[in-house]
């Protein structure tokens, strides 16, 4: 049991949030390519983003392995990204690094997912049973980086979106 749930049930939770996590990533990663930002859209990857590493490490386990190092990895990125938007509005530096910040999360979340596909998907586990030294793994996993890299590099010089500038109260004339 785990929070209640059996490990199930438990297991499908944290799968369904890390699907929202990752389409709502792309939908957000897109539209900064395309120089927009979607508020809501935004919201819901980053935080389904958190709750995807943090629900992993509910997971029963008898040592840290591979995937907790990607969560821990993910919650480390997690945090400037979220100070970058929530409390310092993507100001100067923070808006890349916000940009940088979210495209890496959801290269995580990605990474994660052709690891299980290769470990679920019957079609897949022939071509890479072990996940180490199989060229369709290794070919896979290179593309998904490439693709991350690609789409950071573009977000990172499209996405400029309009930041308040703080108001300068003049002193009242007397």
Do not use: C
């Not at 990605?110 to 998907?121: G, P, R, T, W, Y």
């Not at 071509?127 to 693709?147: D, W, Y």
Request: aromatic fraction near 12%; proline fraction near 7%.
């Amino acid at each position: 049991m785990v929070l209640g749930m059996s490990l199930p049930t438990f297991t499908l939770l944290h799968v369904i949030i890390s699907l929202i996590g990752i389409v709502t990533g792309i939908v957000v990663v897109l539209a900064m390519i395309g120089g927009r930002k979607l508020a809501g859209w935004t919201d819901v990857f980053l935080w389904t983003t958190v709750l995807t590493s943090v629900t992993g490490f509910l997971f029963p386990f008898t040592k840290f392995g591979p995937p907790h190092a990607v969560g821990v990895l993910s919650l480390i990125i997690l945090t400037p990204t979220l100070l970058g938007l929530y409390a310092f509005h993507l100001a100067g530096s923070w808006r890349w690094i916000y940009v940088a910040g979210s495209v890496a999360s959801l290269y995580f979340n990605s990474f994660v997912a052709v690891v299980q596909a290769f470990n679920k998907v019957p079609a897949l586990n022939v071509l890479a049973p072990t996940q180490t030294n199989e060229p369709a793994f290794a070919i896979s996993q290179g593309l998904v980086l490439v693709l991350f890299v690609v789409l950071g590099f573009l977000a990172t010089k499209r996405f400029h979106p309009a930041v308040p500038v703080p108001s300068r109260s003049s002193p009242a004339m007397t």
